[in-house]
């Protein structure tokens, strides 16, 4: 993820959080609305979503804290960059499921359930840097260093309540689409700006990045969906449509069977994530 990006955000953030108002959105979606609304589908709009975000946070917990085991319940051996790969997967993971969560069920405003999501990975970016993880894997450090600079910012943005908090938001949810785009789309090219050597590039890695990608943008979905105050319900299903289609993609071009992935096994995640987009999105 680029320095340039991240300074080019910064400026946007410094020189709007002084010129424009800031607003805090509240979560548009209320049990109220919810009866009235109801879902596309048979299934319970609250079911639907707790079910999806539970998965996913049980997911991201053991990516996150367990990375080297993570990729063991689909008969794939991680390498060391995958294994980082991972950690930051299950980060995102995590962001995604405390967002939603936190909008929809807690008491929590948008901006700071938005910003409550960015510690789990703020935090292990920092342990990894000081610990030496990222640099062991070949990393490229400054560009290390903005992406923990841009979790931290926004999160103490938004849990402060400072001004700028919605600005901060939106500088994140752009970047958040515009570096993981590249993970999913370029990852070879992603890894080569972040200093990976070709020889360290393995296929494993390769897809770990796509994954790594695929869970940056439907953050940037739902976080962007969200602070241009969509129903927090619609958002998360909105936010499922390109995790769909991604899925999809993976399996149509031969990314899961090119690492020996046992493809049978992502079809629960694409049936999960559908029922959630059709139930929430309409």
Same mark, same amino acid.
């Given at each position: 993820?680029?320095?340039?990006?991240?300074?080019?955000?910064?400026?946007?953030?410094?020189?709007?959080?002084?010129?424009?108002?800031?607003?805090?959105?509240?979560?548009?979606?209320?049990?109220?609305?919810?009866?009235?609304?109801?879902?596309?589908?048979?299934?319970?709009?609250?079911? $639907?979503?707790? *079910?999806? @975000? =539970?998965?996913?946070?049980? #997911?991201?917990?053991?990516?996150?804290? &367990?990375?080297? !085991? /993570?990729?063991?319940?689909?008969?794939?051996?991680?390498?060391?960059?995958?294994?980082?790969?991972?950690?930051?997967?299950?980060?995102?993971?995590?962001?995604?499921?405390?967002?939603?969560?936190?909008?929809?069920?807690?008491?929590?405003?948008?901006?700071?359930?938005?910003?409550?999501?960015?510690?789990?990975?703020?935090?292990?970016?920092?342990?990894?840097?000081?610990?030496?993880?990222?640099?062991?894997?070949?990393?490229?450090?400054?560009?290390?260093?903005?992406?923990?600079?841009?979790?931290?910012?926004?999160?103490?943005?938004?849990?402060?309540?400072?001004?700028?908090?919605?600005?901060?938001?939106? $500088?994140?949810? *752009?970047? @958040? =689409?515009?570096?993981?785009? #590249?993970?999913?789309?370029?990852?070879? &090219?992603?890894? !080569? /700006?972040?200093?990976?050597?070709?020889?360290?590039?393995?296929?494993?890695?390769?897809?770990?990045?796509?994954?790594?990608?695929?869970?940056?943008?439907?953050?940037?979905?739902?976080?962007?969906?969200?602070?241009?105050?969509?129903?927090?319900?619609?958002?998360?299903?909105?936010?499922?449509?390109?995790?769909?289609?991604?899925?999809?993609?993976?399996?149509?071009?031969?990314?899961?069977?090119?690492?020996?992935?046992?493809?049978?096994?992502?079809?629960?995640?694409?049936?999960?994530?559908?029922?959630?987009?059709?139930?929430?999105?309409?």
């Amino acid at each position: 993820m680029n320095l340039k990006v991240f300074t080019s955000l910064a400026l946007v953030l410094f020189d709007t959080a002084n010129a424009v108002p800031s607003f805090v959105p509240k979560a548009a979606a209320t049990k109220q609305a919810l009866s009235i609304r109801g879902g596309a589908g048979p299934l319970d709009p609250d079911i $639907a979503a707790k *079910v999806l @975000l =539970g998965t996913c946070a049980v #997911q991201g917990a053991y990516s996150h804290l &367990a990375p080297n !085991k /993570s990729m063991g319940m689909y008969n794939i051996t991680d390498d060391k960059l995958s294994t980082l790969l991972t950690e930051c997967t299950g980060g995102l993971f995590l962001m995604y499921a405390i967002t939603a969560y936190g909008v929809l069920f807690t008491d929590m405003s948008t901006i700071k359930a938005i910003g409550a999501a960015q510690i789990p990975i703020t935090v292990s970016n920092l342990r990894n840097i000081l610990n030496g993880e990222q640099e062991s894997t070949g990393c490229n450090m400054p560009g290390q260093y903005a992406n923990l600079a841009i979790t931290a910012f926004a999160a103490y943005a938004c849990l402060s309540g400072a001004d700028y908090a919605t600005t901060a938001v939106k $500088a994140l949810a *752009v970047y @958040l =689409g515009l570096a993981n785009t #590249q993970c999913r789309f370029a990852p070879e &090219a992603a890894l !080569k /700006s972040w200093g990976i050597d070709l020889k360290d590039r393995s296929p494993v890695a390769i897809f770990e990045t796509k994954c790594l990608g695929q869970l940056g943008v439907i953050n940037a979905v739902l976080i962007g969906a969200l602070i241009s105050n969509v129903d927090a319900y619609k958002a998360l299903g909105y936010s499922g449509i390109p995790a769909l289609l991604m899925l999809v993609l993976m399996i149509s071009s031969g990314d899961f069977k090119n690492i020996g992935f046992e493809v049978a096994k992502i079809y629960p995640w694409m049936a999960l994530v559908a029922v959630a987009v059709v139930t929430l999105s309409f």
